[in-house]
Nanobody, 124 residues
Framework: QVQLVESGGGLVQAGGSLRLSCAAS????????MGWFRQAPGKEREFVAA????????YYADPVKGRFTISRDNAKNTVYLQLNSLKPEDTAVYFC?????????????????WGQGTQVTVSS
């Protein structure tokens, strides 16, 4: 079992930056590929970014490519999402997720564990 806790959300002006963190419990964090998803008001949850167990492979949704960066520190049991050049349409609750199966994944049903989410609000 893995427990995930997100932090780092907040209110920021368009063009600004935030860094989200997701702290995981357990000693086997390095065994889990990780992902970030987001859900805007009235919309379905959508994929944002994913990272392999070692951090050597990353994958991004088209709307965030070149602006967001996913990374991880397995010694600290933490995955990060750096959000730059934020836009009002990035406003959402951001969730991190872990999957038991090897390989980067981009759909919700491929992930087994979820955090509670952290709110990101971008003002225009």
């Amino acid at each position: 079992q893995v427990q995930l806790v997100e932090s780092g959300g907040g209110l920021v002006q368009a063009g600004g930056s935030l860094r989200l963190s997701c702290a995981a419990s357990g000693r086997t964090f390095g065994n889990y590929p990780m992902g970030w998803f987001r859900q805007a008001p009235g919309k379905e949850r959508e994929f944002v970014a994913a990272i392999s167990r070692s951090g050597g492979r990353t994958y991004y949704a088209d709307p965030v490519k070149g602006r967001f960066t996913i990374s991880r520190d397995n010694a600290k049991n933490t995955v990060y999402l750096q959000l730059n050049s934020l836009k009002p349409e990035d406003t959402a609750v951001y969730f991190c997720a872990a999957r038991r199966t090897i390989g980067v994944a981009i759909t919700e049903d491929e992930y087994d564990y979820w955090g509670q989410g952290t709110q990101v609000t971008v003002s225009s």
